[in-house]
């Protein structure tokens, strides 16, 4: 299969009101260009120097999404032009993507990372700290990101049921948050699913979904 006829055959089953981040980690500028042109504009990778130079080699108006963890030190390489930051696990790391907006004139849209998984590797928030972030005074100070919700990522398992969990889990807790008026919130997006599951994380409650291997092939 190709490259093209994977993406259209993917973008044909998805509802209209969710979002297809191609997930190109890995994956040579040649194959994401295949994606680029048959229409897609938002592109997904996980270590911000790959992402950095594909957005250097590619068109400009390529959406670029960071999906992967994020060490506070390297915010600066992707401030400039990162569209949307998914990993987001911390104040502290928001505080410098606040810092590094703020030095290239911009608002950085970003979600907050919610661990749902019973995985030990897996990063993020737990609900506690989620509640504990948006109603604290540093975070009400911080004007040039915007959030724009969740994302988590489920446990990597053959499980239907633990995975339906716990995508319902991530629903639940962005239901609980949605209606939270902040200045530097717009909460509109849960981004979850990945090739393996993003069907079931679409009847969850999913506006967004991650898929790299299912368009591109195995990694
Ligand atoms: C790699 C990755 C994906 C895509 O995974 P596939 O199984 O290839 O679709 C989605 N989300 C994150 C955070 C990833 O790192």
Not at 157 to 185: G, M, P, R, V
Request: aromatic share 6%; glycine share 6%; charged share 25%.
């Amino acid at each position: 299969m190709s490259i093209q006829s994977n993406l259209n055959s993917i973008k044909a089953t998805l509802p209209e009101h969710v979002t297809l981040v191609a997930v190109s980690k890995t994956k040579p500028v040649s194959d994401l260009m295949q994606a680029y042109e048959t229409g897609q504009r938002i592109f997904g990778e996980n270590k911000i120097q790959e992402m950095t130079e594909k957005w250097e080699q590619m068109p400009k108006d390529i959406q670029w999404h960071m999906i992967g963890h994020v060490q506070s030190n390297k915010v600066k390489f992707m401030a400039p032009f990162v569209s949307l930051i998914h990993g987001v696990d911390s104040l502290k790391l928001l505080q410098e993507i606040n810092k590094q907006a703020l030095k290239n004139n911009r608002t950085i849209d970003c979600l907050l990372q919610i661990y749902i998984a019973e995985e030990e590797s897996k990063f993020g928030l737990d609900e506690n700290e989620l509640n504990e972030l948006l109603t604290s005074a540093e975070f009400k100070e911080l004007k040039n990101i915007r959030i724009l919700g969740l994302m988590g990522m489920a446990t990597f398992t053959e499980d239907q049921n633990q995975i339906k969990k716990e995508f319902t889990h991530l629903k639940s807790i962005f239901d609980s948050i949605k209606t939270l008026k902040a200045e530097n919130c717009e909460l509109n997006t849960i981004s979850m699913g990945m090739s393996g599951d993003y069907q079931l994380a679409i009847e969850c409650g999913s506006t967004m979904v991650r898929i790299g291997s299912s368009i591109f092939g195995g990694r």
